[in-house]
């Protein structure tokens, strides 16, 4: 599946933004069998799970973002979403969106957010 993601930016810290992923090439039925997911990556830093969302909706966070991000997804439009709010330096990273089917994964290209103290 071809995942194109956008709504990357610079905004200061407590500032929100929003994330958007969309399977481009993909069905409606095949889209609703991913789980879907938001990984970031910072300079120097391993890529590391931000948020999942499974096939049924079922929804998981990291530790440092809960209560402050919030994933979604928009089956009918083959999309997912990640809602960032409260946004800290530290969440400066590229932000990537992941599908991932049985063993398969297939990435985005990844959005730039950087947070300014």
């Known amino acids: 599946v071809q995942l194109q993601a956008s709504g990357g930016g610079l905004v200061q810290a407590g500032g929100s933004l929003r994330l958007s992923c969309v399977a481009s090439?993909?069905?409606?039925?095949?889209?609703?069998?991913?789980?879907m997911a938001w990984y970031r990556q910072a300079p120097g830093k391993q890529r590391e799970l931000v948020a999942a969302?499974?096939?049924?909706?079922?929804?998981d966070y990291a530790d440092s973002v809960k209560g402050r991000f919030t994933i979604s997804r928009d089956n009918s439009n083959k999309r997912v979403r990640l809602q960032m709010n409260s946004l800290k330096p530290d969440d400066t990273a590229v932000y990537y969106c992941?599908?991932?089917?049985?063993?398969?994964?297939?990435w985005g290209q990844g959005t730039q957010v950087t947070v300014s103290s």
């Open positions: 969302i499974s096939s049924s909706g079922s929804t």
């Open positions: 992941s599908a991932k089917r049985n063993l398969l994964v297939s």
């Open positions: 090439r993909a069905i409606f039925s095949e889209f609703i069998t991913y789980d």
